[in-house]
């Protein structure tokens, strides 16, 4: 759609096709001014003072005075791009300060004026920020700051750019900056302080309805972020900000673009904001220092180092205990977890064919021991179901609410306090119901049952038949069987017995949304069991699910639940994960069934988990770590919407699923998404030529900060091993799930494609 802006009634209007008005910018010279001191700001909204039309521009100039003596220069040009765009360059002059120390610049443009809509009755995207509205409750407000007023910092954005979109209108609109930011710093400033001077190149873009009589997209120069914000504080939101100097001969320059499509429906406008991405800007993907096949030798030397087995106990344990903080190495507790962060099983598969394909015996019998460990004594044969952790120092099953609430698993009292800091006061309420709670998550049984139905037919082509293995897949793919419920989802955990867990709420969720979030988790499991034993009933249970996915998050786009360790609000986020096994169920069903439906739903589940990729390289203050090592965030996967600004490498473990989708759908730019994440996601492997700063070649850390996340909680503040979490940095923290997925991708694209090349891929599907 090609936009035209132009001034009417003092209002700086963008309208479309037919003169109508799609943007309206009522006040376009907004400046808040701060003394350095005081809480208080003082906000001006003004006109501009001249205007007019030069060429193809319109240039817009305004003399603005503030705080006794300060005085500001604006000029705002309008120009209109060749695709379609109204752009807006900004320059902001200081000419004379004195009480005034700061100045921050701000734009606010009323969405489709005529119809003046509510927060509630558009819906939104910047990933990973925001899906919709964040909202799986279905009360109409973001669920995890309970505000309509949301403002992200451009870091947070796997792109500076925010899109609404009107059902009614069939319309999506967006700002994004047309240049990108180029740098940022970490602040001088003292704990606690929300306001402070900063020159950095990073704004704030989203969505806010205080004030206005209807929602309005706002951009701030530089950032602020209010109302919903995890920057200062992860169990309160803080709202804080920059401002640049206010000194006499200091000028600030921002550029933004203003963009409108007709869409049909909101996945498809949500996809199309990618896509335009990808397609209008050169992305050079991560150069990685090592050919792949070499950092998947590194990635298994570095997690044998955590093999612990046990002969003198009852059941012979055996596992890969890799909890560490990488810089170190020192194992932190010998805890052996299953599915999310432990993924034994599918690291057993990974080691066990590497061990094969290059003669190592010792990786062999590693991962023999490892599975046959899971299959004799983590299986529940009475309910069918697996335990999700085993302490070899207590020698006991614990029954462990993953990832965050580790601890549970070996600690009470004060020692319990002093591991989880304010986290536990915070969430006591639910730590100490759960710690009462005997079961597992639904997702961590699939991924562990999958990978030892794998693992075992891998065998089996080897003429090694370990009927332990297979008796306990069967034994769990009868529980899913005998507990889908008739809607063809399960719920999210299961305790011992068999029986569904739904308390805490606040935990397990209230909408059916929440509590039956990980339904898609169960259907790969069931199509393999399916082609393993030509049994129907495994594939009529799947294709039964896959009818509730299909419906549930895909269509409603109410992805979440992936992810086991919330730290925020409530237990369930919107996440990665909880787009990347719908995308994987959906996958695999059209594969057994060649439905039309399943294949839609890949490709519509695919489109959101893309999403999650950065692509553009986010400056970093230069002193960090990061920095120092030469990250780039360009093809680094986000984690989920709270914690927007903190990313890792999960998804290496559907890169060659994204590349199969994209070649189903003749989709390039879905390729090139998935080329973004197989380089950007193995980037930071520790090897010879850059260490990264870890103990050990092959480690890679957890995740990495690139905003702002709690620096002033002492959760995170404070020298606690996993403190000084600030932009820039590590999250310190290393779990065996990292191996598993970059493995199993690794096999994965070798397995689907002779090669994990993605210029060989794209010769081959995508060069006519």
Request: proline share 4%; glycine share 8%.
């Amino acid at each position: 759609m090609k936009l035209q802006a132009f001034c009417q009634d003092k209002k700086v209007l963008i309208s479309g096709s037919g003169d109508t008005t799609l943007i309206a910018i009522d006040s376009p010279v907004e400046l808040e001014l701060w003394d350095g001191v005081s809480d208080n700001t003082e906000k001006i909204l003004a006109w501009y003072s001249r205007c007019e039309t030069v060429g193809d521009k319109m240039i817009c100039t305004a003399e603005v005075s503030g705080r006794e003596d300060g005085k500001f220069i604006l000029e705002d040009i309008y120009s209109h791009t060749e695709t379609g765009r109204v752009r807006l360059d900004r320059t902001l002059k200081v000419e004379s300060s004195e009480k005034t120390k700061g100045v921050r610049l701000w734009c606010s443009a009323a969405l489709l004026p005529q119809d003046q809509p509510t927060f509630r009755q558009l819906r939104y995207f910047a990933p990973p920020a925001i899906f919709d509205k964040n909202d799986i409750d279905d009360d109409g407000l973001e669920d995890y700051f309970l505000t309509d007023n949301l403002l992200y910092r451009e870091d947070r954005i796997n792109f500076p750019k925010f899109m609404a979109y009107s059902e009614e209108q069939k319309v999506s609109l967006w700002m994004e900056r047309a240049v990108l930011p180029q740098y940022d710093s970490i602040p001088n400033r003292e704990v606690g302080q929300t306001k402070f001077l900063q020159k950095t190149d990073i704004g704030a873009l989203g969505v806010w309805s205080k004030g206005y009589s209807s929602v309005h997209m706002r951009a701030a120069y530089p950032f602020y972020e209010g109302e919903g914000t995890i920057g200062l504080y992860v169990s309160k939101s803080v709202p804080f900000g920059a401002f640049w100097p206010a000194v006499s001969g200091e000028k600030l320059e921002v550029s933004y673009l203003f963009g409108a499509e007709q869409q049909e429906n909101f996945n498809t406008a949500c996809w199309e904001s990618v896509r335009t991405i990808i397609k209008e800007n050169t992305l050079t993907p991560v150069e990685l220092l090592e050919p792949i096949d070499r950092i998947v030798e590194y990635r298994l030397e570095a997690l044998d180092r955590y093999y612990l087995e046990f002969p003198q106990d009852k059941g012979f344990p055996a596992g890969y205990v890799l909890n560490c903080h990488p810089q170190k190495g020192e194992q932190l507790e010998n805890i052996i977890q299953y599915g999310f962060t432990g993924q034994n099983i599918l690291n057993a598969y990974n080691v066990i064919r590497y061990g094969y394909e290059h003669d190592i015996p010792t990786y062999v019998e590693h991962a023999l021991r490892t599975t046959d460990f899971f299959a004799n004594s983590i299986h529940i044969p009475e309910s069918g179901m697996f335990y999700n952790l085993y302490n070899t120092d207590t020698k006991e099953m614990n029954f462990w609410w993953t990832g965050l609430l580790l601890p549970l698993a070996y600690a009470r009292g004060e020692d319990l306090e002093r591991l989880m800091g304010p986290l536990y006061t915070n969430k006591k309420e639910v730590v100490d119901r759960l710690t009462q709670i005997k079961g597992s998550y639904l997702r961590c049984m699939n991924e562990d049952a999958t990978a030892l139905l794998r693992i075992y037919r891998y065998e089996l082509e080897r003429g090694n038949d370990h009927q332990n293995w297979i008796n306990a897949v069967t034994n769990y793919c009868g529980f899913l069987l005998r507990t889908q419920e008739e809607d063809g989802s399960w719920y999210r955990a299961y305790d011992i017995s068999g029986k569904p867990i739904t308390e805490p709420e606040i935990w397990f969720g209230g909408t059916i949304y929440e509590k039956k979030s990980s339904t898609s988790t169960s259907i790969p499991l069931l199509v393999e069991m399916y082609e393993y034993t030509g049994e129907i009933k495994y594939l009529e249970c799947a294709r039964k699910a896959g009818y509730f996915v299909k419906a549930h998050p895909i269509d409603r786009v109410k992805y979440n639940g992936g992810v086991h360790d919330s730290i925020y609000r409530k237990g369930q986020l919107i996440d990665n994960e909880s787009m990347l096994y719908p995308m994987l169920g959906m996958l695999s069903l059209y594969k057994a069934t060649e439905e039309k439906v399943f294949l839609d739903g890949a490709v519509d589940a695919a489109h959101f988990y893309a999403s999650w990729v950065c692509l553009w390289d986010i400056p970093l203050p230069k002193d960090s770590t990061l920095e120092k090592y030469g990250f780039r965030s360009l093809g680094i996967g986000a984690c989920d919407t709270c914690g927007a600004g903190y990313v890792h490498m999960f998804q290496l473990m559907c890169a060659s699923e994204l590349t199969e989708i994209a070649i189903l759908s003749k989709d390039k730019e879905l390729f090139e998404a998935a080329r973004l994440y197989w380089y950007g996601c193995n980037q930071t492997v520790a090897l010879p030529e850059k260490d990264w700063g870890y103990k050990y070649y092959g480690l890679q850390e957890e995740g990495y900060l690139v905003s702002w996340f709690g620096v002033d909680d002492p959760m995170f503040a404070t020298d606690t091993g996993f403190g000084h979490r600030w932009k820039g940095e590590g999250n310190k923290t290393c779990f065996p799930w990292i191996q598993a997925v970059a493995i199993k991708g690794y096999w994965t694209l070798k397995d689907r494609f002779n090669t994990t090349d993605f210029d060989e891929i794209e010769k081959k599907y995508f060069n006519d």
